[in-house]
T-cell receptor, first 110, second 114 residues
Framework: DQQVKQNSPSLSVQEGRISILNCDYTNSMFDYFLWYKKYPAEGPTFLISISSIKDKNEDGRFTVFLNKSAKHLSLHIVPSQPGDSAVYFCAGGNDYKLSFGAGTTVTVRA | DTEVTQTPKHLVMGMTNKKSLKCEQHMGHRAMYWYKQKAKKPPELMFVYSYEKLSINESVPSRFSPECPNSSLLNLHLHALQPEDSALYLC?????????????FGPGTRLTVT
């Protein structure tokens, strides 16, 4: 039972442009959502979170938008940089437990 | 400092061996986690410790045995593993920010069972 879905397995974007990563969920009981970036053979790096009672959170180049009625969230990265090339996971949280999506591989082209 | 450290970085063990994975954090987080991650898959939760007590066990086989000696340390004892247990084992710790438990992950231990 996959509660969090990232339907785009990959995304290619030109350096300097916006990257938009999407995530859909089915569990309306999630209290919060997190985004992580992961390089090969490393642990995930926390990027940004959003509470279920908010619709937007911004931190530097990263902005997360939450649309509760559509059960959809998105991560915007502006501007995209070569170091942003990685796998991005979204996760829905309820208390201690996270449910992760399958991930989206982002490639930033020079 | 948002660092979670894990040792060893790599481990190769036979099916009859006993070994332990170690995790440490000094961020004052009171929740610590073990995850298993297979290639090209998201992390799967194994165990959660909250205030040094086992809070969640996701029906993990008994050949994996967690231990939390104090608020900064988390161990995972391994015994009689199977080749399908080969994976990246991730430790994480978290603090509560509003409603969120923002989890910070270590670099992982790459385990190979032969």
């Amino acid at each position: 039972d996959q509660q969090v879905k990232q339907n785009s397995p990959s995304l290619s974007v030109q350096e300097g442009r916006i990257s938009i990563l999407n995530c859909d969920y089915t569990n309306s009981m999630f209290d919060y959502f997190l985004w992580y970036k992961k390089y090969p053979a490393e642990g995930p790096t926390f990027l940004i979170s959003i509470s279920s009672i908010k619709d937007k959170n911004e931190d530097g180049r990263f902005t997360v938008f939450l649309n509760k009625s559509a059960k959809h969230l998105s991560l915007h990265i502006v501007p995209s940089q070569p170091g942003d090339s990685a796998v991005y996971f979204c996760a829905g949280g309820n208390d201690y437990k996270l449910s992760f999506g399958a991930g989206t591989t982002v490639t930033v082209r020079a | 400092d948002t660092e979670v450290t894990q040792t060893p970085k790599h481990l190769v063990m036979g099916m009859t061996n006993k070994k332990s994975l170690k995790c440490e954090q000094h961020m004052g987080h009171r929740a610590m986690y073990w995850y298993k991650q297979k290639a090209k898959k998201p992390p799967e939760l194994m165990f959660v410790y909250s205030y040094e007590k086992l809070s969640i066990n996701e029906s993990v086989p008994s050949r994996f045995s967690p231990e939390c000696p104090n608020s900064s340390l988390l161990n995972l004892h391994l015994h009689a593993l199977q080749p399908e247990d080969s994976a990246l084992y991730l430790c994480a710790s978290s603090h509560k920010t509003g409603q969120s438990y923002e989890q910070y992950f270590g670099p992982g231990t790459r385990l190979t069972v032969t």
